[in-house]
C-alpha cells in the first residue's frame, strides 16, 4: 500500500486513454482504476502533474483517487520529480520510461481521411457493397485513402480467409481499390470460433502437426482456454508464444501476398480479455498475466506496414497508430464532449498518432430502426469539425446517405481541411518521431501556469496552430482562451486576437481555429 498526496492547486492526467473525460484529476477528484484486468483503450501505469511530478510503476496497479490522495495497492510505485510543469513530467517519463521509436510510420494514415466499412456494413460487407462504397467516397468529392474492412469479411473466427459468398473474388476487388488510390486494411482480433476439438485440432494439426497440443492459450491445466469477449465465447492465441505468432504471421502474409491486402486493424487482446473473470474454463497458468498477453498482442502488429490498435497496455513510445475508443452519437455521455480531452490523454501516455472514432461515433445500433430518432445531422458535423485537425480523421458512416445536401458540404469541406493541412501535420509527424512529444496537447502543455489546466474544449496542433470546436448542440458562437501573443482567425474573416478570452463566431460547418503570428 503507498499513498501519495496532492499538492495545492495539482492536476493529473494519465492512465487510461478512456479516463481522459474524467481529467484532469484534482483534490476533489473521486476515482478508481485497476490496471491489472481492465485497462481501456491506451493504459500506462502512470500520471503526470502540472507541478512536473511523475508517478510511475513498472507493473499494474490498482488506483484509488480520494479525499486528495492517490493509493495505491502495490508499494513498486515510485513518485519522481520531472520538473516545473505537466511538459516537464512528460519529457522525464517518456525519457526515461517509454523512450520513443524513431521508425517512421506511411504518410497515407495522416494526408487524407480514413474510411472504414463498419458503420456502413456492420457484421455483413461485402465486395459489392465495398466496391461501391469506395466509388461513391470518391464520387463526392473525398480523397482516396486507407480502407479498411471490419469485421465480417471473414468466416468464422479464426478463419482467417474471405468469406467466398461475400467476396468471390478479393484480388480483383483488392486491384481496383488500388486503382483508385486506396490501401486496404483488414480487421483481425486473436480469437478462434471453439466450436468442437475436431476444429481445433484440425486447423492446429494443418500448421503444426506436432505441436497441435501446445498452439493457444491454455489454462493452468493445460487445457484450450475459452474466453467471453463482446462477440461471443472463443478459444485465442496465445501471442507471448512463437508457434502462435508464427501461426499468425503466415495467415496475414497469405492475404497480403494472394490478394494485395496492405494490412490490418488489430482488434480485441483487452487486457481485460484475460481477466480471472473473462476465462470461463480455468485461470491463467503461473506468471502469465493479462498485460503480458495484450502487450505480446500488441507487439506483434508492429512489424506490418499498415497497422492500428485501440487497446494497449504500455504501448507508450511505440511507432503504433492507436485508435480512440468507440464514441457514442451524442452530446454527452462519451459522445464528441469526450473527444478532445480523451485525445490529450492519449499523447500524454505516450501514443501521439490519433485517430479518432469514426465521424459520427461508432455505435452501430444508431443506424437501427429503433433508434433512427436519435440521430442529429448536427453532431455528425460538429464531430467532423473536431476531426479535422486531429492528427487522422476517419469515415465510416456516409456523409452523402445520412445527411442533407447542405449538411454534406459541411463535412466535406472538413475533410478538405485535413487533406489541404497535410504537409504540416506530416511535419508534425516527424517533429514527434524524432521528440516524442504529442502532435495534440493541452493548453496547459504548452502555456503552464496560466491558469489553463481545465480547459478541455480547445486543442494545440503542435506550438502554434488552436483548434475550438463546437461540442455543444445549438451553439453559433463560443468563447475561446486566447494564450499569450496574437492569434489570427482561419475559418472567418482572419480577425487576429490578443491574450485572454474572446467570443468568436462558430456557425454550424465553420471550426473555429487560429495560428499564432
Known amino acids: 500500500m503507498k499513498e501519495i498526496p496532492m499538492l495545492e492547486n495539482e492536476y493529473w492526467w494519465g492512465g487510461s486513454t478512456l479516463d481522459g473525460s474524467k481529467q484532469p484529476f484534482c483534490k476533489e477528484t473521486s476515482h478508481t482504476s485497476d490496471f491489472r484486468t481492465v485497462c481501456h483503450n491506451q ?105 479498411i474492412i471490419d469485421e465480417g469479411w471473414h468466416g468464422r473466427y479464426g478463419v482467417w480467409e474471405f468469406d467466398k459468398l461475400k467476396f468471390p473474388d478479393p484480388k480483383r476487388m483488392i486491384d481496383e481499390l488500388h486503382g483508385l488510390g486506396f490501401k486496404v486494411m483488414l480487421w483481425v482480433v486473436p480469437y478462434v470460433t471453439a466450436d468442437g476439438l475436431d476444429f481445433l485440432h484440425s486447423t492446429m494439426r494443418l500448421f503444426n502437426p506436432e505441436n497441435y497440443d501446445k498452439q493457444f492459450l491454455r489454462t493452468a491445466d493445460g487445457k484450450i482456454a475459452i474466453i467471453s469477449w463482446w462477440n461471443g465465447y472463443s478459444a485465442a492465441l496465445d501471442m507471448t508464444k512463437q508457434i502462435d505468432r508464427d501461426y499468425l504471421d503466415s495467415k496475414l502474409q497469405h492475404l497480403m501476398t494472394a490478394y494485395g491486402v496492405d494490412g490490418f486493424k488489430f482488434d480485441g487482446g483487452h487486457v481485460m480479455s484475460y481477466a480471472p473473470w473473462s476465462i470461463i474454463n480455468g ?52 459522445g464528441i464532449n469526450t473527444l478532445i480531452p480523451v485525445a490529450i490523454t492519449q499523447g500524454l501516455v505516450g501514443h501521439p498518432y490519433i485517430c479518432p472514432d469514426m465521424i459520427g461515433g461508432g455505435e452501430w445500433t444508431y443506424r437501427t430502426p429503433e433508434k433512427a430518432h436519435l440521430f442529429d445531422p448536427e453532431l455528425f458535423v460538429r464531430m467532423a469539425e473536431c476531426s479535422a485537425l486531429f492528427p487522422m480523421m476517419q469515415f465510416s458512416w456516409a456523409p452523402w446517405e445520412a445527411l442533407s445536401e447542405e449538411y454534406q458540404t459541411y463535412v466535406l469541406k472538413m475533410a478538405e481541411l485535413h487533406a489541404g493541412m497535410a504537409d504540416e501535420i506530416l511535419a508534425l509527424v516527424e517533429n514527434t518521431r524524432l521528440s516524442g512529444e504529442p502532435m495534440l496537447r493541452s493548453l496547459e502543455y504548452n502555456y503552464p501556469g496560466h491558469g489553463y489546466c481545465k480547459i478541455h474544449d480547445q486543442f494545440m496542433l503542435g506550438e502554434d496552430i488552436m483548434a475550438a470546436p463546437v461540442v455543444t448542440k445549438g451553439v453559433k458562437e463560443r468563447e475561446v482562451v486566447f494564450p499569450e501573443g496574437s492569434w489570427q482567425s482561419q475559418s472567418g474573416d482572419g480577425t487576429v486576437y490578443s491574450e485572454g478570452i474572446h467570443t468568436v463566431p462558430s456557425p454550424l460547418g465553420t471550426l473555429p481555429w487560429f495560428r499564432r503570428v
Open 283 to 334: 485461470k491463467l497458468p503461473e506468471g502469465l498475466t493479462p498485460a503480458a498477453l495484450n502487450i505480446a498482442w500488441n507487439e506483434f502488429g508492429e512489424k506490418y506496414k499498415f497497422h492500428e490498435y485501440k487497446d494497449t497496455y504500455r504501448g507508450g513510445g511505440k511507432a503504433v497508430i492507436q485508435r480512440l475508443c468507440d464514441r457514442n452519437h451524442s452530446w454527452d455521455r462519451e
Open 43 to 147: 493504459t500506462m501505469p502512470m500520471y503526470l502533474s502540472n507541478k512536473g511530478r511523475v508517478i510511475w510503476s513498472d507493473e499494474p496497479f490498482k488506483v484509488t483517487i480520494e479525499n486528495g490522495k492517490f493509493t495505491f495497492d502495490s508499494d513498486e510505485v515510485v513518485l519522481e520529480n520531472g520538473g516545473s510543469t505537466l511538459r516537464d513530467a512528460y519529457l522525464y517519463a517518456m525519457r526515461h520510461h517509454f523512450p520513443f521509436s524513431h521508425k517512421k510510420l506511411p504518410e497515407e494514415f495522416f494526408k487524407t481521411a480514413q474510411y472504414n466499412t463498419w458503420m456502413q456494413f456492420t457484421y455483413d460487407p461485402t465486395e459489392e457493397g465495398v466496391l461501391r462504397y469506395a466509388h461513391d467516397i470518391i464520387d463526392h468529392g473525398y480523397k482516396p485513402g486507407i480502407l
